[in-house]
């Protein structure tokens, strides 16, 4: 069983914990492909072909990314745009993405609190990625759920590991449920 990491942070050399959880999903070994695109397409210009045949490769696909504007990063925007295509990902011939494994490693600025219902922002993390939990659905794909960090800019370094653990537990996890 495999897992693809799709990583999508625009400035990834300044994160703290983006740039953490991608070195330590590079450790677990083969069964994890850890995929940047903000590298990869430096410019916009997406190869459509090269990320399907990528993603078909892989029993889970993994979107991370941090909170950016109550939503992804404009890449990853694009990227499901123009890489889940009618006929590939969904249509009457689309089911390239069928009974995959999709879920969301996601890291938050601000504390937990703050979304809730009460909160500041009033809106829960999964009321606000309600749109990728709809995509996950529409191309007949199962929503595995969501890895989050919260207080991304004030973590202690005890914090991050212990929630890079829990992150690296969850990948894991999804490979155990298909044996």
Known sequence: MSTLVIIAH???????VNKHWRDALSKIGESVTVHEIYPEYPHGKID???????????????????????SSP???KQYLDEVFTHGW????????????????????GSIAEAYTPEGNVKFTIDELVSPMIA???????????AHKLYSAFTIAPSQLE???????NFIQSLNLSLI
């Open 162 to 168: 212990e929630n890079t653990q829990d992150y690296l």
């Open 10 to 16: 625009p400035d990834i050399s300044n994160s703290t």
């Open 74 to 76: 404009p890449l990853m």
């Open 135 to 145: 995509t996950t659905r529409f191309v007949s794909a199962n929503y595995v759920g």
């Open 48 to 70: 459509i072909e090269k990320e399907q045949k990528l993603i078909e490769a892989h029993d889970h696909i993994i979107f991370q990314y941090p909170l950016y504007w109550y």
């Open 89 to 108: 990902a969904y249509g009457s011939k689309g089911d390239a993405l069928k009974g995959k494994n999709i879920g969301l490693a996601i890291s938050i």
